[in-house]
């Protein structure tokens, strides 16, 4: 039997329980504001505000890395177990710096074609020297502010 101080909590919305549920509930009828994109140079520059962080880039930076060498090396080396570890060295690096170092949620999730053509952007920009450049336009752009400044 539930106690009227569970049911009361339950009621009044203070309980775990009940938060969860409101979350989930929320979360599956939720109207989104955000915006949807609809093409790869309009996404970009938020997918840059979604990277702000220097060491979620450089994460993501290592992870691009690899998964070019293991392309190459599979290539090289006509070893297909070399293609397994694609996504394994792509996503793992990547998703360690949106989970514990930028605490945000991977664009991969809803636009995966579009975050995987701007991670070798990105990376270009990396590259070329042009990160810091691209990072705050792109903050402008969205209009939110840098605070990895």
Request: charge should be positive.
């Amino acid at each position: 039997m539930i106690s009227r101080l569970r049911m009361a909590k339950f009621i009044t919305g203070s309980s775990p329980v009940f938060l969860t549920y409101r979350m989930y509930i929320c979360k599956k009828n939720h109207v989104s504001n955000e915006k949807t994109y609809t093409t790869f140079w309009d996404f970009y520059p938020y997918y840059l505000t979604e990277h702000a962080r220097p060491l979620n880039r450089a994460m993501h930076f290592v992870g691009t890395s690899l998964v070019i060498l293991c392309l190459i090396s599979g290539i090289i080396l006509a070893d297909w177990r070399l293609f397994l570890l694609l996504p394994v060295c792509g996503y793992g690096f990547a998703w360690f710096g949106h989970f514990m170092l930028e605490k945000n949620r991977p664009a991969t999730f809803k636009y995966p074609l579009y975050s995987l053509a701007s991670d070798f952007v990105m990376y270009f920009h990396i590259i070329s020297g042009q990160i810091s450049q691209e990072v705050d336009k792109a903050h402008k752009i969205i209009g939110v502010q840098n605070k990895w400044k």
